[in-house]
């Protein structure tokens, strides 16, 4: 099993332009998540699907936009990159256990975004 | 507002040393609370904690919750240059599916 892979590894952008950042999962996993890591402020969460055809907005879902057409990809795009989007973007993906409590996310190695 | 606070931020301690790492929160509807170990790239599970005062144990790793005072350690004896990270805390919160991450420790590990 390759577990969450992401696609790109790497990106350069110029202000402006746009991309989508890829997120497979083959861990039949219901729910995803794209997360944005910058120094010192931990993991922060943009956008989480909690199944096929679903989408929510995280805690800094702007200036981003996410699609879940199959239950194994997860898609995040920028339509129009800013220079405060440059970061390191990570997708996770979890079973959801309601009880007991179970969530652990599995993640995968990252993208490093940077926007000229 | 919930938040997840994690100190020291940064710490530099020599090989064969002793560390604790430590995580307090302030949530509505507590559930869980889950460290990571990130090295390089993608952060990898370790522990997740729902009850007070069971510690659990992986290794010379273990960790302990507190539910009263609302805060997690993360111990590590005899620490190897291998233990240099950044581990990080979060906390899930009733029916929202989201974790709510701290910002992280460095730790490193000097021979």
């Known amino acids: 099993n390759a577990g969450v892979t992401q696609t790109p590894k790497f990106r350069v952008l110029k202000t402006g332009q746009s991309m989508t950042l890829l997120c497979a999962q083959d861990m039949n996993h219901e729910y995803m998540y794209w997360y944005r890591q910058d120094p010192g402020m931990g993991l922060r969460l943009i956008h989480y699907?909690?199944?096929?055809?679903?989408?929510a907005k995280g805690e800094v879902p702007d200036g981003y936009n996410v699609s879940r057409l199959k239950k194994q990809n997860f898609l995040l795009g920028l339509e129009s990159a800013a220079p405060s989007q440059t970061s390191v973007y990570f997708c996770?993906?979890?079973?959801?256990?309601?009880?007991?409590?179970?969530?652990?996310?599995?993640f995968g190695p990252g993208t490093r975004l940077t926007v000229l | 507002e919930d938040k997840v606070v994690q100190s020291p931020l940064s710490l530099v301690v020599h090989e064969g040393d002793t560390v604790t790492l430590n995580c307090s929160y302030e949530?509505?509807?507590?559930?869980?609370l889950l460290w990571y170990k990130q090295e390089k790239k993608a952060p990898t599970f370790l522990f997740m904690l729902?009850?007070s005062g069971i510690e659990k144990k992986s290794g010379r790793l273990s960790s302990i919750l507190d539910k009263k005072e609302l805060f997690s350690i993360l111990n590590i004896t005899a620490t190897q240059t291998g233990d240099s990270a950044i581990y990080l805390c979060?906390?899930?919160?009733?029916?929202?599916?989201?974790?709510?991450w701290g910002a992280g420790t460095k730790l490193i590990i000097k021979p």
């Open positions: 979060a906390v899930e919160v009733d029916s929202n599916y989201q974790l709510i």
């Open positions: 996770a993906s979890s079973y959801r256990v309601r009880d007991p409590p179970y969530n652990e996310q599995f």
């Open positions: 949530v509505t509807n507590f559930r869980s």
């Open positions: 729902t009850s």
């Open positions: 699907s909690v199944g096929e055809g679903t989408t």
